[in-house]
């Protein structure tokens, strides 16, 4: 059985998820995942899909070390969330203030 890491709340810090979100395609996925209605799966993952599976699942595997995401397993699909709560328990409004700026970009 795969066991995923994640970060507990207190252990994210801003500069491991400015870091993750200062990739390009990890800033497309996460905002892909906060406009889902439900989680992502590693293979289904609408905002690149033409990247190759092992490329995807170590752009999501950053996101989750940094407290950005969190991942299950539901069958053989790895489904994804954001950790909206955490991480605005940690650092108010920083998403949505990220994912503003890069709306306009």
Avoid at 19 to 32: E, G, Y
Avoid at 34 to 40: A, G, I, L, R, V
Avoid at 60 to 79: N, Y
Avoid at 83 to 98: G, H, Q, S, V
Wanted: hydrophobic share 45%; with cysteine.
């Amino acid at each position: 059985m795969v066991q995923f890491v994640h970060p507990q709340r207190e252990d994210i810090t801003l500069a491991g998820v400015l870091a993750a979100l200062a990739d390009p395609m990890r800033l497309r996925i996460v905002k892909s995942l906060m406009e889902e209605k439900d989680c992502m799966s590693c293979t289904a993952a609408a905002p690149c899909p033409d990247m190759a599976k092992s490329t995807l699942s170590n752009h999501f595997r950053i996101l989750r070390e940094a407290g950005l995401i969190q991942t299950s397993k539901k069958g053989v699909e790895h489904r994804n969330v954001v950790r909206a709560a955490d991480i605005n328990a940690r650092f108010p409004k920083l998403l949505k203030t990220i994912l503003g700026f890069s709306e306009q970009a």
